[in-house]
Structures are given as structure tokens and as C-alpha cells.
């Protein structure tokens, strides 16, 4: 009798790999197989850290542990939640590749891989898909009311440019729109100081400490100061209730459409407005912003 075909990522059929699966001890399924060969779960961990869900230190091990169910975890999420991709070309710099649509797909039993997660894993492994950034590149110059301020620092990620920001995909709509339309009804302007903020990274003028879950993280923040004709209202003014009227108007009216106001915080920060991420959805997509970041891939450019 021929001897049984090694178990391969591509052909698990009723296997489903989960925490506590050993290639050298010859446990798939959360069984031990003995007299069967394979090493699915070495493969999987490839493919993971083929598509960036894994990263590549240590080297696949063959041992499915909390790191890569975490790995599982975030390509299932990604596929539940983004809309977009990463071409690449393997061997050259990501910020040369192309952002692609990506349509939805069954995301199955959060933290195990069926044989429909790995087929879709080895499709884009094969293909040279990556998961890739939440943010996008927005554009300032078609609004009318949102500027950056002089003190505006535009990061370093592929074909940045003056006049956009650094935002959230699902937070660009708060600028561009909620923002915006209540600036011009308070006639107001708003000038930026800060969206998107790199993990790790010094934080200079901030008015108070920086949370350690920042939303500026995940690029569902902007720090702005409301400017009133000629007077620019700042922290200071805000905290001593001197602020103007027609900031004060602004500030009710995005508040109406679901945004925070840093000024109602226990430790005031009048300049900061966000949509508060929390939960998986703030880990997730911290784990994307920075970790594509740093990676330096482009990203998509609205206005």
C-alpha cells in the first residue's frame, strides 16, 4: 500500500489548523496523526508572514502558537473590514507596488484555518498580495474651509505632498465634510497641526500627555485650532472660557455629528477632535497603520 500524501496547506480537505498543531509531533487538527507527514502548519505561518499578518522573526517554526493564531486573526479581520490591497513586486521597495480593490471574502472561524482560509491565504501569496495601510493621503486643496497650519510637519511615507494629511480611510469624511461644512457655517477656518501620528514617536507642543491609546495611532484624530477672522483660539483661551463665539459653534456642531472634543476630556486638550476607535477594531488597525507604515507602503490619495 502506497504510503498516505503529505499533509500540505493546499490540500487539508477536513483538517482545520488551530492553536496547539506541531508539525514535528505530527498534531493537525488538535489530533495527533501518526504514520502522516506534512508541514501545514510551517506553510501557514509562511503565507502569513507572506501577506504581513506575521512577522518574519522568528522564522516559521512549525509550531502553532499564540503568534500566529494572533497572525490568523489579523488577515480574518483584514478581509472582514478593508477594502484594498498591495501589489508588490518581490525583491523591490513596497512604495514602488500598487493599491489595489479588493472585494470581500468569508473571513471563517476566527483564529482557524479550513481549507477555504488557506486556499485564499496561498492566493494571495502566490499572487503577491499584502495586506496594506488604513490610511490615505487627503487632499486639502478642494476644501475650503480645513488648511494645514505653519507649524504642519508632512511625514516621510512614498509621493507625500504639501497640502494633505495623513488619515484614517473611515475619518477622511470627518475633515473633508463634517468638518468642513461646520467650519463655513460658523465662518470659521480650521488649520491643522496633526493627524496621523508615528508609534514611538516624540511629540513636540503637545498640551497634554499623549494617551497610550491615542487615536492619532489609527489616524482617527486631528489636532486644529479654530480660527475667527483674526483670532486664532487657542488652548489657553479655550480653558479660560475666553474663546469666541463662532468657535464655540463649530465645536456644538461637530459634537452633534457624533465627533469628541478634546475640551470635554478629564484632562482638557481643546484642540483635539476625534470618532473614538476602541476595542479589536483599534488594535487591528493600529497593527496595520504602523506596521505599513514603517514598511513604507504608498497609499491611496483622495480629496
Known amino acids: 500500500m502506497a504510503p498516505p500524501k503529505p499533509i500540505t496547506l493546499n490540500t ?20 495527533v496523526r501518526h504514520g502522516e507527514t506534512g508541514t501545514p502548519v510551517t506553510e501557514l505561518q509562511a503565507a502569513l508572514i507572506a501577506v504581513g499578518t506575521l512577522l518574519a522573526s522568528p522564522p516559521p517554526d512549525g509550531q502553532f502558537g499564540h503568534h500566529t493564531k494572533q497572525a490568523l486573526q489579523r488577515f480574518q479581520w483584514y478581509l472582514r473590514n478593508q477594502g484594498y490591497r498591495l501589489k508588490i ?3 523591490a521597495d513596497p512604495a514602488a507596488g500598487l493599491v489595489t480593490p479588493c472585494s470581500g471574502h468569508l473571513a471563517g472561524v476566527v483564529g482557524l484555518c479550513d481549507k477555504t482560509m488557506a486556499t485564499e491565504l496561498l492566493s494571495w501569496q502566490s499572487a503577491n498580495f499584502v495586506t496594506t495601510s488604513p490610511l490615505v493621503r487627503l487632499s486639502l486643496k478642494s476644501v475650503s474651509n480645513v488648511n494645514t497650519s505653519d507649524t504642519f510637519k508632512v511625514l516621510d511615507y512614498p509621493q507625500a505632498q504639501d497640502g494633505e494629511v495623513l488619515i484614517h480611510a473611515d475619518f477622511a469624511d470627518s475633515i473633508k465634510s463634517t468638518m468642513n461644512d461646520a467650519a463655513k457655517n460658523a465662518k470659521v477656518t480650521l488649520n491643522i497641526n496633526q493627524t496621523f501620528r508615528v508609534q514611538n514617536a516624540g ?10 491609546k491615542s487615536q492619532h495611532l489609527v489616524g482617527h484624530a486631528v489636532d486644529l485650532n479654530i480660527v475667527d477672522g483674526d483670532t486664532v483660539n487657542t488652548s489657553a483661551m479655550f480653558n479660560s472660557g475666553g474663546e469666541t463665539d463662532a468657535a464655540d459653534a463649530f465645536i456644538k456642531a461637530v459634537k452633534g455629528k457624533g465627533l469628541r472634543w478634546g475640551g470635554d476630556f478629564s484632562e482638557t486638550d481643546p484642540v483635539h477632535f476625534d470618532d473614538d476607535l476602541t476595542g479589536e477594531d483599534y488594535e487591528m488597525t493600529l ?13 491611496r490619495a483622495v480629496s
Open 12 to 31: 487539508l480537505e477536513s483538517i482545520v489548523l488551530r492553536q496547539g498543531d506541531h508539525d514535528a509531533k505530527q498534531i493537525w487538527g488538535g489530533k
Open 89 to 91: 513586486t518581490p525583491g
Open 203 to 212: 511629540v513636540g507642543g503637545a498640551v497634554v500627555t499623549p494617551a497610550k
Open 287 to 299: 497593527f496595520f497603520a504602523q506596521q505599513c507604515f514603517q514598511a513604507n507602503h504608498p497609499m
